[in-house]
């Protein structure tokens, strides 16, 4: 019950700065050609979660990473999870989708971070990065709370979207793998 309290008092402090990122994250993903997801870790793994349901609307989506994945261009969202901002490989993925004219929506606990200011869009979590808990009190190990707010907005988008969509679900079923 500790977690949960702690991810209620994340979504209760960012309730109002969300709403506002989510309806960014919306219209960003609405207007992409294509949407690529990118992070390392578990914040990593959070976006494969938000990668699935966004294929599940028939959206075009890539994991950053994969051998399949295309190269970026303008018309693409590159969707961001960095706790710090200032994870190398997150960064320089950003600044290439940038480069190449793709917009970009970060998720991150630092609005004033690299990776923040690079963003067409931020939405900001406010939870402890990895190693500083002192941002939000955290009990859990590491950016577990941020990761868990990740799975959360990406899943915020999902069913913004889906809502916006009209599509039933019966109708996002024929989408979902047949080779498990």
């Known amino acids: 019950m500790r977690i949960v309290s702690e991810v209620d008092e994340a979504?209760?402090?960012?309730?109002?700065?969300?709403a506002a990122g989510l309806q960014a994250a919306v219209e960003l993903t609405e207007a992409a050609r294509r949407v690529f997801v990118h992070g390392a870790g578990r914040s990593?793994?959070?976006?494969r979660m938000t990668a699935m349901r966004l294929m599940h609307l028939g959206l075009d989506v890539h994991v950053v990473g994969e051998t399949?994945?295309?190269?970026?261009?303008?018309?693409?969202?590159?969707?961001?999870?960095?706790?710090s901002g200032?994870?190398?490989?997150?960064?320089?993925?950003?600044?290439?989708a940038k480069a190449a004219g793709a917009r970009l929506l970060a998720i991150t606990t630092a609005p004033g971070?690299?990776?923040?200011?690079?963003?067409?869009?931020?939405?900001?979590?406010?939870?402890?990065?990895?190693?500083?808990r002192s941002q939000l009190h955290t009990s859990q190990y590491a950016g577990s709370l941020f990761e868990q707010a990740v799975v959360l907005l990406g899943?915020?988008?999902f069913d913004t979207l889906w809502k916006r969509s009209g599509v039933s679900a019966d109708e996002l079923w024929p989408r979902h793998t047949n080779l498990e």
């Open 44 to 47: 990593g793994l959070a976006l």
């Open 68 to 83: 399949t994945t295309p190269a970026i261009s303008g018309g693409d969202l590159l969707i961001a999870a960095s706790g």
């Open 86 to 96: 200032a994870t190398p490989g997150v960064v320089r993925a950003a600044e290439t």
């Open 113 to 132: 971070s690299r990776l923040a200011q690079l963003a067409d869009a931020v939405l900001v979590v406010p939870a402890a990065t990895k190693t500083d």
């Open 11 to 18: 979504s209760a402090l960012s309730t109002q700065d969300a």
């Open 155 to 157: 899943d915020a988008l």
